[in-house]
């Protein structure tokens, strides 16, 4: 795999806000940044786009400019451009299987409403292998969730019950890079027979927490010990695990959640949690493709 970060551009705010977040993402990683256009992805063109030469002339400039203001704010990052063909979430696909991550924006639609992620966007992180990163735009003019964020934790969403090496993996590497906390959140739910079975022995509810607690000490043992130097902190918590992992994120510098990989044409393929985290989340969101 090249050491490589790439992000789609498609000139609008959300897609320029993305490519600043991997930029910084790149220093971090010492990689590179890789400026990808998918010819085809206008889902909301910012002017008038008609003829093929039209096309390509402000693809290239918007390809230009961003690569422009990119090196000028980060020197020492090495940056190439492309501009690639097929459909969109294809294309992208296929231009960031050998990265590191594939960057992509997503637009707010308010505080209650949450984010919108782009048929593009879904249908890209449906189709990619590798990290998918959404990131926000501030006020729709191309400014990355607040970059107090970076001293915020990596927070990461896991089941005790589904292989999580993948999630574990990205998420101790990022925290590392970053030099920030990593919160590992496993939310459940006790059975409802104990809501209706008051004369239950009261102790069950704890030793079933204390098992969920222990199951998942033992999940990340291997990562903390290798990297040992990073602050962990883990949480079996009772609740809806999307809600408690947006929680967790509210002032988180990056949120990661899984996706299960279906070879199954139907079927969902985004499950509800990591959904809703996309679509609720104001930290940049890493979505996990995993079997």
């Not at 220093?27 to 030469?53: C, K, M, Q």
């Not at 279906?262 to 930290?283: L, N, Y």
Request: charged share 20%; glycine share 6%; net charge negative.
């Amino acid at each position: 795999m090249a050491n490589r970060v790439t992000v789609g551009l498609d000139g609008s705010p959300e897609s320029t806000a993305a490519a600043r977040w991997a930029a910084h993402e790149a220093e971090l990683r010492g990689a590179s940044l890789d400026l990808v256009h998918a010819e085809e992805w206008l889902e909301n063109p910012p002017l008038p786009v008609t003829t093929t030469e039209e096309r390509r002339q402000w693809a290239e400039a918007v390809l230009r400019d961003t690569a422009d203001e990119t090196r000028r704010a980060h020197p020492s990052l090495t940056v190439g451009t492309r501009r690639v063909g097929g459909l969109p979430s294809l294309a992208l696909t296929r231009a960031a299987e050998d990265s590191d991550m594939l960057v992509l924006g997503s637009r707010a639609l308010g505080s209650i409403a949450g984010f919108l992620v782009g048929s593009t966007s879904a249908s890209t992180i449906i189709e990619a292998v590798r990290p998918v990163v959404l990131v926000r735009s501030v006020d729709r003019v191309g400014i990355p969730p607040d970059t107090t964020r970076d001293r915020g934790p990596v927070v990461v969403g896991v089941d005790i019950h589904q292989p999580s090496d993948k999630l574990l993996a990205f998420a101790f590497e990022e925290a590392s890079h970053r030099n920030c906390p990593l919160v590992i959140i496993h939310g459940w739910s006790p059975p409802p027979i104990l809501s209706y079975a008051p004369a239950l022995d009261p102790g069950v509810q704890q030793e079933m927490a204390h098992g969920i607690t222990t199951t998942l000490d033992e999940m990340i043992s291997p990562w903390h010990e290798k990297y040992a130097a990073l602050q962990v902190d883990s949480r079996a918590t009772i609740g809806q695990p999307a809600i408690q992992i947006l929680d967790a994120a509210s002032t988180a510098a990056l949120v990661v959640v899984g996706r299960r990989i279906r070879h199954s044409a139907f079927g969902t393929h985004i499950g509800p949690i990591t959904h809703a985290v996309m679509h609720h989340a104001v930290a940049p969101v890493a979505v996990i493709a995993h079997e």
